[in-house]
């Protein structure tokens, strides 16, 4: 089995429209030789226009950091995964700034996954215990309760479309990582190996899983390295062209083939 390796800025809330314009033309010259990886970045909601057509006709993608579940309707503020269509492959779901400033649901995750899906948009969920649930020792029974609440009446043919997240929250933005052992053995048991009980041996062996937190062109080769690790969704380091591009080269080089 063979699991192309993804790689994906989350850029939050930096960089305007015209910012992300000019970002996204020099880093598709850098990172266009690495067909054998997956890349997107994710700018603001603003910018997706501009830089879905910058990108039109190139192999670098673009993700939505988030998606209402409804198609339309008056729900201020937001963005519907139907109007996302022909702008972007991906959508962001449950990151853990929107679960913890805009009191995202597990519920909600789940209705947003299956309109990304209907909309034929590619959704990235994420997941991750605290600091506190980590030292207290529950982050396999938290993490895993994310996991199937989220895909909750997802199909096993719909999850060729689906790729999962893990950014536990000490490590985001911190400069904390986790160790790439222990990113690894909580993918493993709190995301992999439950696809196998939800769905089956190709499910849990043919999806996407990143890590994330805190990687940067410095650590990305072990993440890489470790075998239930497909790629990472990055913040901090994907505001720089230099570092991501050699994200993208790292991963290549690690899994690319
Ligand atoms: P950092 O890479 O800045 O730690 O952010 C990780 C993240 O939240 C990506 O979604």
Redesign the pocket.
């Known amino acids: 089995m063979h699991r192309k390796p993804i790689v994906v800025g989350?850029w939050k809330m930096n960089k305007s429209p015209r910012e992300a314009i000019d970002f996204v033309k020099q880093l598709e010259a850098r990172v266009r030789e690495f067909d054998s990886v997956d890349k997107a970045v994710a700018p603001t909601s603003l910018a997706l226009t501009g830089v879905s057509d910058a990108l039109q006709g190139t192999q670098l993608l673009v993700a939505a950091q988030n998606a209402h579940w409804k198609v339309g309707g008056a729900f201020t503020g937001q963005v519907s995964a139907t109007m996302l269509r022909g702008l972007a492959q991906f959508v962001i779901l449950g990151?853990s700034e929107v679960r913890a400033y805009l009191a995202e649901t597990d519920a909600n995750v789940n209705r947003k996954a299956k309109a990304a899906l209907a909309a034929g948009l590619q959704p990235i969920i994420?997941v991750g215990e605290s600091l506190a649930q980590n030292e207290a020792g529950e982050t396999i029974d938290f993490v895993r309760g994310q996991v199937s609440a989220a895909l909750a009446g997802i199909s096993a043919a719909d999850m060729a479309r689906v790729v999962i997240a893990y950014?536990p929250l000490w490590?985001?933005?911190t400069g904390k990582s986790a160790t790439s052992e222990q990113a690894d053995g909580i993918i493993g048991a709190a995301v992999r190996e439950p696809l196998r009980e939800l769905y089956n041996d190709s499910v849990a062996d043919n999806t996407r899983i990143q890590y994330?937190?805190?990687?940067k062109p410095g650590n990305m080769a072990e993440f890489m390295a470790q075998p239930n690790i497909d790629g990472a969704?990055?913040?901090?380091?994907s505001l720089h062209v230099d570092d991501f591009a050699a994200l993208v080269e790292i991963a290549a080089r690690v899994k690319g083939s």
Do not use: D, T, W, Y
């Open positions: 989350n990151h994420a950014e490590a985001i933005g994330g937190g805190s990687v969704l990055v913040g901090g380091a």
